[in-house]
């Protein structure tokens, strides 16, 4: 059964606290970071891993892999979750003297960490890695980068005041399919770049009207929920579903646009933003309320973006359940994660 530690901050108090944070980052209200511990080329770095659901684990598994790297802490909410992946972790690194937390802000506490990983749900991405910066240490977070606009700014502002690295997990980045689409698009063989159309099939279910419930005793909803609004608990706004409700997410939309449209940004560097029109729909069958279908349109200098739930008429996209189709004066290149 999770415990909660003496002394610990009341919701009401955390979330002035970290509120205050938010809007502080740009005006100079945070405290001075503590200086990061001086440490030899030789020694190892010391990690903990915040949120250790299915993308959590994978954190594990690969830092696991790097024999310079020592993993300090196993941090969820969920005792169920932190304790089954700590068991893991010591089944791939028998000699890992890592500890089960819950609470973040202990992590955040210890000296000895040199970086986190995040991978909460989305609502918590900026207040832990903001957090974390202004505690000294670096950061590794999933994508999305953050639940809003402003977040991000305040996650960027932090990131230079403090000094800090941060990288965003966006682990197809790092794919040779995205390098070389990049590489096209930018030679010209296309000739200029007009229109983009990128997409994602599927939205959110309505997962029905579920009952309310109290939340098992090995899982602190209270924390869970942290900067969000309070909800009586059901599983189904909890672990993987949360990303169907806009308190903690965004729908598909948030969760797959970041991944598909890396490559146009990359590719293009799109500047001149004048307008960003929308269309969608909620779900009717259920308590989820981020979009079972959205449209979105883009439009820069010189450049139309265009975001949908249904795969396009275009020469290429048929099949593909999420990609992206590039179309120029000369041609038109239409790619996926993996393939083009």
Not at 121 to 126: E, G, I, K, Q, Y
Not at 206 to 224: A, I, K, M, V
């Amino acid at each position: 059964m999770t415990t909660r530690a003496e002394g610990r901050l009341s919701r009401r108090s955390f979330l002035i606290g970290t509120g205050k944070t938010l809007a502080g980052i740009g005006a100079g209200a945070l405290l001075a970071p503590r200086r990061a511990r001086a440490a030899s080329p030789n020694e190892k770095i010391v990690v903990a891993h915040i949120g250790v659901g299915s993308m959590g684990n994978a954190h594990v598994s690969w830092f696991a892999g790097f024999p310079d790297v020592e993993v300090a802490a196993i941090c969820d909410v969920d005792e169920t979750h932190r304790l089954e992946t700590l068991q893991r972790l010591r089944q791939m690194r028998p000699e890992t003297k890592a500890e089960p937390v819950a609470d973040f802000r202990r992590v955040l506490d210890r000296p000895d960490i040199d970086a986190i990983t995040c991978a909460t749900p989305d609502h918590w991405h900026a207040l832990i890695s903001i957090l974390a910066m202004q505690a000294g240490k670096d950061v590794y977070s999933e994508k999305p980068l953050s639940h809003t606009f402003a977040e991000a700014k305040a996650m960027a502002a932090a990131c230079h005041r403090y000094g800090r690295v941060f990288q965003l997990g966006t682990q197809i980045h790092e794919g040779e399919n995205y390098h070389r689409v990049v590489e096209l698009v930018r030679s010209g063989v296309l000739g200029k770049i007009h229109t983009v159309r990128s997409w994602k099939t599927g939205g959110s279910p309505g997962l029905g009207y579920p009952q309310e419930s109290d939340p098992p005793p090995t899982l602190d909803w209270d924390l869970w929920q942290g900067p969000a609004p309070w909800r009586p608990y059901t599983p189904a706004r909890c672990h993987f579903t949360f990303r169907y409700f806009w308190d903690y997410s965004g729908g598909v939309y948030a969760d797959f646009w970041c991944h598909i449209t890396d490559v146009v940004f990359w590719a293009l560097e799109p500047k001149g933003l004048h307008t960003i029109s929308a269309r969608g729909a909620v779900p009717d069958d259920g308590i989820a309320d981020t979009p079972k279908w959205i449209d979105v349109d883009y439009e820069f200098d010189d450049l139309k973006i265009h975001w949908t739930t249904a795969i396009p008429d275009v020469p290429g996209a048929a099949g593909r359940g999420i990609g992206a189709q590039f179309e120029g004066t000369k041609g038109s290149l239409v790619c996926d994660y993996g393939s083009r």
